[in-house]
């Protein structure tokens, strides 16, 4: 007898009138390219949703050594708050029962005294945990191409997930850049370290339409990148308006008298805000860079290290026909890549030798 194939049953789409404020504060946080060091408070509900966030960063709550590493970055957060500026950490904090509990009271949950000296302590956590990231990666027996490795199946595993659920995604690429291209960008950026160049690792995501682009956003921050560590300054955003976006929505309006800062903060943005000197004219994209943490295997670390290290990966968001567009006349790669080597050769050459044909840069 035939059997009809299972039904598989996808979650909805995660559309604007099923946002939480987190998801907002989020979403804002990346398209204006913010930073968390910024924000007044969390927006954790209960100790599921901590850990939930705890796993994304690649901790397991329930792991002994993972909770000696967070409680080692707590104790030192709460002693440079103490030494540095004398802050009188209240016990509740420094020693929590369960490290969740200091998220929840960031948040909010809990005696509302604590919430402000919460957010202090997690905000020196963050840099702490970064400081010390970097110099494990620094230590640790894998190369740079191991890593980028790592954070791509790591990609690539969250972007499979979003299929999986329905997202309509209708193309998903990476790319490393190679030793050629590095040198081009930094011979082209005023800052030639090669600390500025953040998008070793990118990715492009391409939607079916304009409305699935910040539905895939808030997944992918369900499921891959941890907000407070989205690179800031480094969004470029000629796709959407927040607050145009919140305008247009009776449910995002009713969210918005409890966002950290009022809507006014994006029109500042707006005119202090740069783009990309070689892209056209019409361009446009969401763009902006995460330093996604990587969990390194224990045999390429020290007993005594943490496991937990970085790598800066570009994501571009943006749909069907924008990316189309992105292709055509002024916006081509091609053109891109051209007017970028032009920079490049003229400031290589400035007052000495030119490459035949090409013309002297202006003075």
Same mark, same amino acid.
């Given at each position: 007898?035939?059997?009809? !194939? !299972?039904?598989?049953?996808?979650?909805?789409? !995660?559309?604007?009138?099923?946002?939480?404020?987190?998801?907002?504060?989020?979403?804002?946080?990346?398209?204006?390219?913010?930073?968390?060091?910024?924000?007044?408070?969390?927006?954790?509900?209960d100790?599921?949703?901590?850990?939930?966030?705890?796993?994304?960063?690649?901790?397991?709550?329930?792991?002994?050594?993972?909770?000696?590493?967070?409680?080692?970055?707590?104790?030192?957060?709460?002693?440079?708050?103490?030494? $540095?500026?004398?802050?009188?950490?209240a016990?509740?904090?420094?020693?929590?029962?369960?490290l969740?509990?200091?998220?929840?009271? /960031?948040?909010?949950?809990?005696? !509302?005294?604590?919430?402000?000296?919460?957010?202090?302590?997690?905000?020196?956590?963050?840099?702490?945990?970064?400081?010390?990231?970097?110099?494990?990666?620094?230590?640790?027996?894998?190369?740079?191409?191991?890593?980028?490795?790592?954070?791509t199946?790591?990609?690539?595993s /969250?972007?499979?997930?979003?299929?999986?659920?329905?997202?309509?995604?209708?193309?998903?690429?990476?790319?490393?850049?190679?030793?050629?291209?590095?040198? $081009?960008?930094?011979?082209?950026?005023?800052?030639?370290?090669?600390?500025?160049?953040?998008?070793?690792?990118?990715?492009l995501?391409? $939607?079916?339409?304009?409305?699935?682009?910040?539905?895939?956003?808030?997944?992918?921050?369900?499921?891959?990148?941890?907000?407070?560590?989205?690179?800031?300054?480094?969004?470029?955003?000629?796709?959407?308006?927040?607050?145009?976006?919140?305008?247009?929505? /009776?449910?995002?309006?009713a969210?918005?008298?409890?966002?950290?800062?009022?809507?006014?903060?994006?029109?500042?943005?707006?005119?202090?805000?740069?783009?990309?000197?070689?892209?056209?004219?019409?361009?446009?994209?969401?763009?902006?860079?995460?330093?996604?943490?990587?969990?390194?295997?224990?045999?390429?670390?020290?007993?005594?290290?943490?496991?937990?290290?970085?790598?800066?990966?570009?994501?571009?968001?943006?749909?069907?026909?924008?990316?189309?567009?992105?292709?055509?006349?002024?916006?081509?790669?091609?053109?891109?890549?051209?007017?970028?080597?032009?920079?490049?050769?003229?400031?290589?050459?400035?007052?000495?030798?030119?490459?035949?044909?090409?013309?002297?840069?202006?003075?």
């Amino acid at each position: 007898m035939y059997a009809a !194939p !299972p039904v598989i049953v996808h979650p909805p789409i !995660p559309l604007p009138d099923r946002w939480s404020l987190g998801d907002l504060e989020r979403l804002r946080l990346i398209l204006r390219g913010g930073s968390v060091i910024e924000w007044r408070r969390l927006h954790f509900r209960d100790k599921a949703e901590v850990d939930r966030y705890l796993r994304l960063c690649l901790f397991e709550p329930d792991d002994p050594f993972d909770r000696a590493r967070l409680q080692r970055i707590l104790d030192e957060a709460v002693d440079y708050l103490r030494t $540095t500026f004398r802050y009188a950490v209240a016990e509740e904090v420094a020693n929590p029962q369960q490290l969740q509990d200091l998220f929840l009271l /960031a948040s909010g949950v809990g005696d !509302p005294k604590l919430r402000r000296i919460a957010c202090l302590v997690l905000k020196v956590m963050h840099v702490v945990h970064h400081v010390e990231a970097r110099g494990l990666l620094h230590r640790a027996r894998v190369s740079e191409e191991e890593l980028c490795q790592m954070v791509t199946q790591r990609v690539d595993s /969250a972007i499979a997930q979003l299929r999986r659920e329905g997202l309509p995604i209708i193309a998903a690429a990476g790319s490393v850049k190679t030793r050629h291209s590095v040198i $081009t960008k930094l011979l082209a950026k005023k800052e030639t370290l090669a600390a500025q160049i953040y998008d070793r690792v990118r990715y492009l995501v391409v $939607t079916a339409d304009r409305e699935h682009v910040l539905p895939v956003l808030v997944r992918l921050c369900d499921l891959l990148i941890p907000f407070n560590f989205v690179v800031p300054g480094q969004s470029q955003n000629t796709l959407f308006s927040f607050r145009k976006l919140v305008r247009e929505s /009776a449910q995002l309006r009713a969210l918005a008298p409890e966002l950290q800062v009022g809507l006014h903060l994006e029109e500042h943005d707006r005119k202090n805000g740069g783009t990309n000197e070689f892209s056209g004219n019409s361009y446009r994209v969401l763009n902006f860079v995460v330093d996604l943490p990587v969990r390194l295997p224990d045999h390429v670390v020290e007993a005594g290290d943490g496991r937990i290290a970085f790598c800066m990966v570009e994501l571009q968001l943006v749909d069907r026909d924008t990316s189309a567009g992105n292709e055509k006349g002024e916006n081509a790669h091609s053109r891109y890549k051209k007017r970028q080597l032009r920079t490049v050769l003229r400031r290589l050459s400035r007052g000495l030798v030119l490459p035949k044909g090409m013309k002297p840069a202006p003075r």
